[in-house]
């Protein structure tokens, strides 16, 4: 590794109205080393990378790259100067292809200045492949293709810069472990050729397999860079929330007695390709994970279980009774709640407040005669922010304005406001720090020991392993397996799913 | 922990935040300061702008445009957008003239319009949610189909009405015209409606996100049809008042409002990608597009170039709002 300096941060600062986002950062970035940033939801780790690759100008401070001050305009100059960002929200173009996100801006062109697509088509396919990625065509639209594949192509597409430091803002937040692994290999590969790496995750086991320094980030203030191996997860949560952190969180299984009559029944659930024949039952209480890898068709079960789907077969009974959910506004009727993955796309109303964002699903009950009773949904809104702990600078801020983790802290709010008795939870802690993490956690749990059916869709296994009483397993829009949480371990789920295995060989 | 205790000390300070600070923030208010500006430089050049009669004046030709604008911003904040307001107006004031003519009492012609009008414009809304079809080209169309009708009932010639219903358009309480009361009580009507209730809470929602809104449980074409409802009810309204005014139907009366009824709105604050818009805002947007109709007038701008400008004001704000998305 070499150690020449890479990038200096000096003493930057940036306010937005009402917050100081970052206040007098410095520290250095090393040639050819992979830098993990930590901190809390709101910290102010997307806002430095932002000024880093020059999507905001500082307030004050300065950068100086290759040891010369430098000043982006913009994020085309910081990636000509090369510094690329893969952002937190992706950014990419839904009505252009694959490939044309990828070389937005630098299309390839033949002598007479018409695209090349061709040779571009072949460009992106190696440049997908390096990724390990061959399950995407460099045609298909954005539009088309899950978050995870929207979250790979977002990388290649960084990646093909060529740049000399890249910024990956929660890069594998909605990645399973083997999409994870196929990343980590990549920017292994990047570092062995001298490129530098910032990288932002709340996934404490991905910082410390992957980082060579961590610096942690609090309030908007730098706090302190470790050497990695130095330091263990326990000391960088407790650097990120300023206080010794030890809450781990336990959950007490839940046997299902004899003779119990589940809540939620489904009996040979079919939709198009992705839901297929899925029958499976729900106990009242009982958190029951979801797991497979990407594409496995878990969202469109879920999502096909609450009505935004048609059925094409099947049943769905709810405390015995057969029942027919033809829309959200019927599921939400009958009890259920769904947080979606995929915030921007599916949960936030980006424009509106966050008390709006928090109430939304549950409106018609805080109405009188059609008329919002704002001093009632004031309050409710209020509750869940500071039990949430939503940082922001009131109710009534828009949720645009808002970090990510906090982003998506009002979409659990607005379900858990929704009192449901079945809640399908699909990624429900993407971007979500460590401690508002338990914190969620613990709700959940709550939520069980009232007697809340809950189904959790989850790419982090960790998560799966400390909440689920039951775990599922999905391959190709079918049920492969079932497993409780004491025979499940990593290697199990894996071979699950990738249908490597069948019940009977376990058993 | 610290920044716990931050944030909730901070929720309680910016909760009391001053009022004035707030105002001097809204997009209404920059409106606003627009209109006192124009005010200002119309009444310069033209002494006679301030008069109480000229001012009657104004606000009268601002109602029409006002109250349909109410029903152009609900349906913009939505993501849709309708085309066929001014000729839907033209058919409803040809419709309230053959009303008139059955010898209704002017109440049940009231109704009837307003049930009509609001029909005409429902047919648009089921259109864009029910087939799909793109609400841009589904009230193109209808603004054809409206003005033919119009043409082939009255063959082209204007109907007189001899009836109590033109109070709307011609009679004064005090000294104030009565389609200047009506258009405060559809803005205030409107303002509660989108600020208060639940179906207009929803219509934000559905130009925010679509698919969050359905996943919320918002039933999202039945919010989108409300809104063509509502504005199918204006446009009928404004027809018996623009009838009403002259005690004349004219087949053709209201063609061309479309613009002034679009730039009203997105002056006015709302944006045409959708989710974004006030009430009060559109108000005054409608304000700034008469006082600008009325001085054009004062100053003497010929009836042609006045058609010429008020595209390219409407072009300039719509390049304006697209700049706006564009930069967020
Ligand atoms: N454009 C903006 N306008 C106003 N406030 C903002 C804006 N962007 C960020 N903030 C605020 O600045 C603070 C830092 O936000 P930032 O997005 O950098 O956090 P983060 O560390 O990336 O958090 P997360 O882990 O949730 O992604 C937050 O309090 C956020 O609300
Ligand atoms: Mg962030």
Not at chain 1, 125 to 138: H, Q, R
Not at chain 2, 223 to 245: H, R
Request: proline fraction near 3%.
């Amino acid at each position: 590794m070499n150690t020449g300096v890479l990038l200096r941060i000096e003493s930057i600062s940036k306010s937005f109205p009402g917050v100081k986002a970052l206040d007098g950062v410095s520290f250095d970035i090393l040639e050819g080393e992979v830098h993990a940033i930590v901190g809390e939801n709101g910290a102010g780790k997307s806002t430095l990378m932002n000024i880093l690759s020059g999507v905001y100008a500082p307030d004050t401070g300065k950068l100086y790259f290759a040891g010369k001050e430098v000043q982006f305009k913009d994020p085309r100059h910081a990636q000509e100067t090369g510094i690329a960002m893969i952002h937190q929200e992706l950014s990419l173009a839904n009505h252009l292809s694959v490939m044309e996100n990828i070389y937005l801006g630098r299309l390839t062109r033949n002598r007479f200045g018409f695209v090349n697509y061709k040779e571009m088509y072949k460009k992106c396919k190696s440049d997908l492949e390096c990724l390990g990625v061959t399950d995407i065509d460099p045609d298909t639209l954005i539009a088309d293709l899950s978050v995870s594949q929207m979250q790979m192509v977002e990388i290649a597409k960084a990646l093909s810069f060529k740049s000399k430091l890249i910024i990956m803002d929660e890069p594998s937040s909605s990645l399973t472990r083997k999409e994870t692994e196929m990343l980590f290999a990549t920017i292994n590969s990047l570092k062995q050729s001298g490129v530098s790496v910032l990288y932002i995750s709340h996934r404490m086991e991905e910082i410390f397999e992957i980082s060579d320094r961590v610096t942690v980030l609090r309030d908007g203030t730098y706090i302190k860079t470790l050497n990695t191996k130095d330091t263990n997860a326990k000391e960088l949560v407790s650097l990120m929330v300023g206080r010794e952190f030890n809450k781990t969180f336990q959950r007490k299984i839940k046997k299902i007695q004899d003779g119990e009559k589940p809540i939620l029944e489904v009996q040979g659930l079919s939709y198009g390709k992705k839901v297929n024949n899925v029958s499976f039952k729900l106990y009242p209480g009982e958190i029951l994970a979801l797991t497979g890898l990407v594409g496995a068709g878990r969202t469109e079960l879920v999502q096909t279980l609450f009505g935004l789907y048609r059925k094409e077969s099947g049943k769905i009974l709810l405390n015995g009774k057969e029942v027919e959910i033809n829309s959200p506004t019927e599921a939400i009727k009958h009890g259920l709640g769904l947080v979606p993955e995929g915030r921007k796309t599916q949960g936030l109303f980006l424009g509106m407040k966050i008390r709006e964002n928090i109430t939304m699903a549950n409106l018609p009950k805080l109405c009188r005669f059609l008329f919002i009773e704002s001093k009632n949904e004031q309050e409710k809104a209020e509750y869940y922010v500071s039990k949430l702990r939503v940082k922001a600078t009131d109710i009534e801020q828009q949720v645009r304005y808002l970090s990510g983790g906090n982003q998506q802290k009002t979409i659990i709010a607005r379900w858990l406001l929704n009192n449901p008795k079945v809640l399908f939870l699909d990624e429900p802690t993407h971007g979500v720090d460590v401690g508002a993490k338990s914190e969620i956690y613990e709700i959940i749990n709550n939520l069980a020991s009232e007697g809340v059916g809950i189904v959790l869709i989850s790419s982090e296994l960790p998560e799966v392993l400390t909440l689920a009483d039951r775990i599922l397993v999905m391959h190709n829009g079918r049920i492969t397996g079932e497993l409780s949480r004491e025979e499940a371990d990593q290697e199990i789920i894996m071979e699950y799913a990738t249908n490597q295995l069948n019940k009977e060989m376990v058993k | 922990m610290l920044s716990i205790n931050q944030a909730e000390t901070s929720l309680q300070k910016k909760s009391k935040g001053n009022l004035l600070s707030k105002l001097a923030k809204s997009k209404e208010f920059s409106v606003l300061v627009a209109l006192f500006v124009l005010c200002l430089v119309v009444s310069l050049l033209s002494p006679y702008f301030l008069k109480m009669q000229n001012i009657f004046n104004v606000l009268r030709q601002i109602s029409v445009i006002g109250i349909l604008a109410v029903g152009e911003a609900l349906i913009i904040i939505t993501g849709g957008i309708d085309l066929s307001v001014g000729s839907v107006l033209g058919f409803m004031g040809v419709m309230t003239a053959l009303l008139a003519k059955l010898h209704l009492p002017p109440v049940i012609i009231f109704f009837a319009a307003i049930i009509i009008g609001s029909a005409v414009s429902t047919i648009s809304g089921l259109l864009t949610t029910k087939i799909k079809i793109n609400p841009f080209i589904v009230t193109l169309g209808m603004m054809s189909i409206a003005k033919g009708f119009s043409l082939l009932i009255t063959g082209g010639m204007p109907i007189s009405i001899e009836n109590n219903i033109t109070y709307l358009g011609s009679g004064y309480i005090g000294p104030v015209p009565v389609p200047v009361i009506i258009m405060f009580i559809v803005a205030a009507i409107g303002h509660i409606f989108a600020s208060r209730t639940l179906p207009g809470r929803n219509i934000y929602a559905v130009g925010n996100n679509e698919r969050a809104a359905k996943l919320s449980g918002i039933r999202v074409d039945r919010v989108k049809i409300m809104v063509f409802s509502i504005m199918g009810a204006l446009c009928a309204l404004s027809g018996m008042i623009l009838s009403g005014t002259l005690k004349t139907a004219e087949p053709t009366a209201g063609s061309g409002y479309e613009m002034d009824v679009i730039a009203a709105v997105v002056i006015g604050g709302a944006s045409l990608s959708g989710g974004e818009g006030s009430i009060i805002g559109v108000i005054i947007g409608a304000a700034i597009m008469g006082v600008l109709r009325n001085s054009f007038v004062l100053l003497g701008v010929s009836a042609y170039w006045q058609v010429v400008a008020i595209g390219v004001v409407t072009i300039g704000a719509v390049a304006l709002d697209s700049l706006k998305t564009k930069r967020d």
